[in-house]
């Protein structure tokens, strides 16, 4: 019987893959059986070729194909269905760990904590880490003690779930094919379905990417346009996610005047002239780091109204 699935959809991992690859083979999980399950997401070259010598020999292990351009909602899909754990692990291929993640993960579980335990994926963790970087890691429940914490902050890099309440809920949705949304609406379904949630910050992934700031920006319009404005049509019950709410023309109902006063403000300050003079700075100065909010807030909204920072619109 298996215990726990980690489940990991990858494309083109590179070094950082090999990291999470010799993290994962050295769990110390006791007396628990582990599986993994990669899926390989359309990989230029095969996972089960490119890494044949360096995936973990003593653990379960499956590979699973997928050609095309890559959807990760559907491949942990198929990680899902492909595993038989009962409790199922959420990772990304571009992760270091330490070797008690697992069971740290799955004693949770076990005692019943929750049904739904996340760990914090730490960005800040190089010898000289950017101010954004920093900023990364605050936004992400911000350094509180373990405990309760709320669906939209749902990330699945080191997340774990019982098994039943993700297969009640029908898995990841493959609607979400670009950038953005899909660990969000994930929650927000586990929370529909009478899911708790449990936060612990000593479960740590350290995560390899590099974040640019340019990037992200661009990301997060590519949420806006896309993803969010799908999540909101979806799912009625979001309509605050991000500051959509901000979005509605100033005189919409209800009528209340702050929310009139955010819409005005909303107006003024969210366009891609005044965005491109604050990404400028930040990128720049690093400071005052609230300032990195409006990046990722009016990023989304930007592109909610169909405007690109990128261009003149």
């Not at 890494?51 to 095309?68: D, K, T, Y």
């Not at 330490?98 to 739904?116: E, F, K, P, Q």
Request: with cysteine; net charge neutral.
């Amino acid at each position: 019987m298996i215990d726990i699935s980690v489940l990991i959809p990858v494309r083109n991992g590179g070094d950082n893959f090999r990291t999470t690859l010799v993290c994962l083979g050295s769990q110390k999980t006791a007396d628990a059986v582990m599986e993994i399950v990669i899926v390989d997401d359309g990989s230029d070259q095969p996972v089960s070729v490119e890494f044949a010598n360096e995936l973990p020999s003593e653990v379960h292990i499956q590979v699973v194909r997928l050609e095309g351009e890559g959807n990760r909602p559907r491949a942990r899909n198929i990680a899902l269905k492909a595993s038989s754990g009962s409790v199922i692990l959420m990772m990304d291929a571009d992760l270091d760990f330490n070797d008690d993640l697992v069971i740290r993960h799955l004693n949770h579980h076990r005692s019943g904590v929750a049904d739904v335990v996340m760990g914090a994926r730490i960005n800040a963790w190089r010898e000289n880490p950017t101010r954004f970087q920093k900023w990364s890691d605050s936004r992400a429940m911000d350094g509180k003690p373990a405990g309760f914490f709320p669906w939209n902050y749902c990330i699945t890099g080191n997340f774990s779930v019982r098994r039943s309440l993700i297969e009640q809920v029908g898995g990841s949705d493959e609607s979400i094919i670009s950038y953005g949304g899909e660990d969000t609406e994930l929650g927000y379904r586990f929370l529909m379905a009478g899911a708790t949630f449990y936060w612990d910050p000593d479960i740590q992934v350290r995560h390899l990417d590099e974040i640019d700031l340019d990037r992200y920006a661009g990301r997060m319009v590519t949420y806006g346009q896309n993803n969010l404005r799908y999540l909101l049509a979806k799912h009625p019950g979001i309509e605050s996610l991000l500051g959509s709410q901000w979005v509605k023309p100033i005189f919409a109902s209800p009528r209340r005047p702050r929310y009139m006063v955010m819409r005005l403000v909303t107006r003024i300050t969210v366009n891609p002239s005044v965005y491109r003079i604050f990404l400028a700075w930040m990128k720049r100065v690093g400071f005052p780091m609230f300032i990195f909010t409006y990046i990722s807030v009016a990023g989304c909204i930007l592109g909610l109204q169909g405007r690109d920072f990128r261009r003149n619109s």
